[in-house]
């Protein structure tokens, strides 16, 4: 039997690609890597180039583990981490090891397509709540989770993406933070809290983290050095107890994710250089952001609508009442522009009239140049819609 999955997005050929989240090219730090790698080589050749165990390069984390002790006061130490091929692993080695077949899942509707793939390729049954502007709604959480219970299928796990969710940009506001945490404490269900855009900050720091207001209690946090670093290194990883570090080790079959790389990247953060590449990032996204929404208001305000993200990559986008995602999608194509047409971020469907627009990739003259091309397509669409009436 083959499962039905939602393609994954991919680097579009078209000349503007607002679909792939990736970070900007031009800033990844390739030449501190390439020391980072030569240092992480020279200086323990069969360290590493040897297969490094399950959990992963321990000084590396130690240093994430580090982070999060100061981040959050809590004791976070080395035995709480493991180290995944990014965070789409991560979740899929979560998934390996929570769920069985016909388990529920629930997630936000919009949601990551990858975790909905990695949930549904285990078997899982997903069930979605809707989101808001402040991401998922508490109400409709509260009344899902007591209905799984009443008809005798609890729900095993709730993923949420609580800072700037992709698609949807939204953040979780610490009431509601508090009020899921205590939700999936009352109801047993793990929360997987991936935080895939974490340091993407272009209004300041985040609420709390889950896992900092739950004292690390059920929770399992999902990180990454993709959209900070580099998304080609492959480096991500796993925050929770370590009884729940130790089931994930014992679920994958890979000899671990690579101990080069971890160590290349651990050289790199000992050079101090990380929080000032950081913070070069925001300036840079900042910038997309607003020059991206700039765009949209001045050439594609009569067709869509959309909130302001407080970080990560992304702008999602409504469409005015009779526009189609996938007819914007397609002609949008014949411009030149690659966009992400909704549908694919709803688990049960939904998302006709939803775009998402990746700001971070593309510096800001082509990226007003693409979404002028974008309301061009729009437009188009729209004198179709009008004139097939
Ligand atoms: C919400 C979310 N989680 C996880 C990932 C996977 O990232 P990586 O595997 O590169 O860490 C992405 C990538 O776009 C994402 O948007």
Redesign the pocket.
């Known amino acids: 039997m083959t499962r039905q999955l939602v393609a994954p997005t991919s680097l579009s050929p078209l000349p503007y690609d607002l679909n792939a989240?990736v970070p900007d090219d031009a800033s990844l730090p390739s030449r501190e890597l390439a020391e980072a790698a030569v240092r992480a080589i020279e200086q323990d050749p069969a360290g590493a180039l040897t297969y490094g165990g399950a959990l992963g390069y321990e000084p590396l984390r130690t240093w994430i583990a580090a982070r999060y002790s100061q981040e959050t006061g809590l004791n976070v130490t080395p035995a709480h981490l493991t180290l995944t091929s990014?965070?789409?692993?991560a979740?899929d080695n979560i998934a390996a090891a929570f769920i069985a077949p016909g388990d529920v899942v629930i997630t936000g509707a919009p949601t990551?397509p990858?975790?909905i793939r990695s949930f549904r390729a285990r078997g899982a049954r997903i069930v979605d709540v809707p989101q808001d502007e402040d991401g998922i709604e508490m109400v409709s959480l509260a009344s899902t989770l007591e209905h799984q219970r009443a008809i005798g299928v609890p729900a095993k796990l709730i993923y949420v993406?609580a800072n700037y969710d992709?698609p949807s940009g939204s953040t979780l506001p610490v009431h509601r933070r508090e009020e899921l945490a205590l939700l999936a404490a009352r109801y047993h269900a793990l929360v997987v809290e991936?935080d895939?855009y974490t340091g993407i900050d272009l209004e300041g720091p985040p609420p709390t983290s889950l896992y900092q207001i739950a004292r690390g209690e059920g929770i399992l946090r999902v990180g990454?050095f993709?959209k900070t670093i580099a998304?080609g290194l492959?480096v991500?990883w796993v925050l929770a107890d370590p009884a729940i570090v130790r089931a994930l080790a014992y679920m994958r079959f890979d000899n671990g994710s690579t101990p080069f790389v971890q160590r290349m990247v651990y050289e790199y953060l000992q050079t101090g250089v990380y929080d000032a590449h950081v913070e070069q990032l925001r300036a840079i996204y900042k910038e997309r952001r607003d020059t991206a929404l700039a765009a949209v208001l001045e050439h594609c305000s009569d067709y869509v609508t959309c909130d302001v993200p407080r970080g990560g990559f992304f702008l999602w986008l409504t469409l005015r009442a009779g526009l189609d995602a996938m007819r914007v999608f397609e002609t949008a194509k014949t411009y030149g522009v690659a966009v992400t047409p909704g549908h694919g971020y709803y688990p049960n469907g939904g998302g006709e009239n939803r775009i998402r627009l990746v700001f971070s990739a593309l510096p800001p003259d082509e990226l007003r140049k693409a979404v002028v091309l974008f309301g061009k397509a729009c437009a188009e669409v729209a004198a179709g819609t009008l004139a097939s009436r």
């Open positions: 989240g990014g965070s789409a692993h979740i990551y990858g975790a993406i992709n991936d895939a990454t993709s998304t492959r991500g």
